[in-house]
């Protein structure tokens, strides 16, 4: 069956960086995007953009320019969402989700908390 | 960019009854219109995609309809297990918002 399993909550002070992780099993990697969602405590979700895993092609949205990084280790099926200059608003549950253009499969979330 | 709204931000209503959300797009997205429900604590899950086909093993009293800016989810049948918040989303093009969201509750 298809799962998307993320890595675990993180701790960060503002500042810093994390990456986390989402692996893929019960389908072919390469053939569907992976796109990353989050969701602040309380509020709504929010597109973060997506990755290309054919081709390693990234896209952000626009909110995030800058300080995202995606990318992908094919040989593990796995995909990664790097974040840089952490601030207290990026406090936020982060999903990774399976598709193209809507999202069939979700990951269980990552819980990034930033604070001082 | 393209908008997305939801009214109501929320409704209560009686379980059987009929619910109505609405989603409207600042511009026409034609059919690239996707619901999914979140239940309390948990994950997204997508309910209907295309605007009006129906994700395999939704039960059948969801359904959708609309194009182009203005768009609909219905309940026939509330369920106890349908509280949640619903989120429609746009995927005409990228950004891929979602909509606010709109709490469902049991009355």
């Known amino acids: 069956q298809v799962q998307l399993v993320q890595s675990g909550s993180e701790l960060k002070k503002p500042g810093a960086s994390v990456k986390v992780s989402c692996k893929a099993s019960?389908?072919?990697?390469?053939?569907?995007?992976v796109n990353w969602v989050r969701q602040a405590p309380g509020q709504g979700l929010e597109w973060m953009g997506w990755?290309?895993?054919?081709?390693?092609?990234?896209t952000y949205a626009q909110d995030f320019t800058g300080r995202l990084v995606f990318s992908l280790d094919t040989s593990v099926d796995t995909a990664y969402l790097e974040i840089n200059g952490l601030k207290a608003d990026d406090t936020a549950v982060y999903y990774c989700?399976?598709?193209?253009?809507?999202?069939?499969?979700w990951g269980q979330g990552t819980l990034v908390a930033v604070s001082s | 960019d393209i908008q997305m709204t939801q009214s109501p931000s929320s409704l209560s209503a009686s379980v059987g009854d009929r619910v109505t959300i609405t989603c409207r797009a600042s511009?026409?997205?034609?059919?690239?219109l996707a619901w999914y429900q979140q239940k309390p604590g948990k994950v997204p899950k997508l309910l209907i995609y295309?605007?009006?086909t129906l994700q395999s093993g939704v039960p059948s009293r969801f359904s959708g309809s609309g194009s182009g800016t203005e768009f609909s989810l219905t309940i026939s049948s509330l369920q106890p297990e349908d509280v949640a918040t619903y989120y429609c989303?746009?995927?005409?093009?990228?950004?891929?918002?979602f909509g606010p969201g709109t709490k469902v509750e049991i009355k």
């Open positions: 989700a399976r598709g193209q253009n809507f999202f069939d499969y």
């Open positions: 019960g389908y072919t990697f390469t053939r569907y995007a």
């Open positions: 990755i290309n895993t054919h081709t390693g092609n990234p």
């Open positions: 511009q026409d997205i034609s059919y690239y």
């Open positions: 295309g605007a009006s």
């Open positions: 989303q746009k995927y005409y093009s990228d950004p891929y918002t």
